[in-house]
Every structure is written in C-alpha cells, then in structure tokens.
Nanobody, 114 residues
Framework: QVQLVESGGGLVQPGGSLRLSCAAS????????MGWYRQAPGKQRELVAT???????NYPDSVRGRFTISRDNAKNTVYLQMNSLKPEDTAVYYC????????WGQGTQVTVSS
C-alpha cells in the first residue's frame, strides 16, 4: 500500500519560512520523480517544484529563488523549503510521486497571513 504523508504546514507571516516534508512508503522511492503541487481555494492545482531520481529540479517562475525541493532517499522523504513567503502562497500543498504510476498525498495547509 502506497502512502505519501505530508507534514510541516501551518500559519506563517509574510516573509517567513516553512519546511514541508513528505514521507513515502510502499514505493521504491529512489526511482520516483517527486513533486510538490498546491491548490488555493477556487483555483486549479498547480506545480510548485519537482525533483527527478537524478536530483534535477524544476520550478515555475512564481516560486523560483524562494522555494527549494530536495530529497533524502535513505529516509524516503522529499522536502520543500519555502522562504520569503507571500500571501499568494496560501494553499493546500500536495506531495506527488511519479514513475509508471502517480500517487498523491492528502495535503497540508499553508497559510501566509499577518
């Protein structure tokens, strides 16, 4: 049974930082491309960051330079370091694992507000 469990979300002030974690089980983690996506109320789910099995990363312009994705294959965990957070970063953040199949976590809420 595949599980992706996100953690680390919460309430943070604008300009602050959060680190999200996603612990995976039931998959051969190291061969999977991992990603973070987010969905704000009334909006479509959008890409935040991806990292391949070879550690190549990709970011949209909206987060490039502020967010960093990384992975620890020994811990079957992918991270998202988020700095200089803005109110428009408020969303539910989802972890994603992709190889022949695609799996999703349940999401963790990130709220950026003063």
């Amino acid at each position: 049974q595949v599980q992706l469990v996100e953690s680390g979300g919460g309430l943070v002030q604008p300009g602050g930082s959060l680190r999200l974690s996603c612990a995976a089980s039931g998959i051969f983690f190291s061969i999977y491309a991992m990603g973070w996506y987010r969905q704000a109320p009334g909006k479509q789910r959008e890409l935040v960051a991806t990292i391949t099995s070879g550690d190549s990363t990709n970011y949209p312009d909206s987060v490039r330079g502020r967010f960093t994705i990384s992975r620890d294959n020994a811990k079957n965990t992918v991270y998202l370091q988020m700095n200089s957070l803005k109110p428009e970063d408020t969303a539910v953040y989802y972890c994603n694992a992709a190889y022949h199949n695609i799996y999703w976590g349940q999401g963790t809420q990130v709220t950026v507000s003063s």
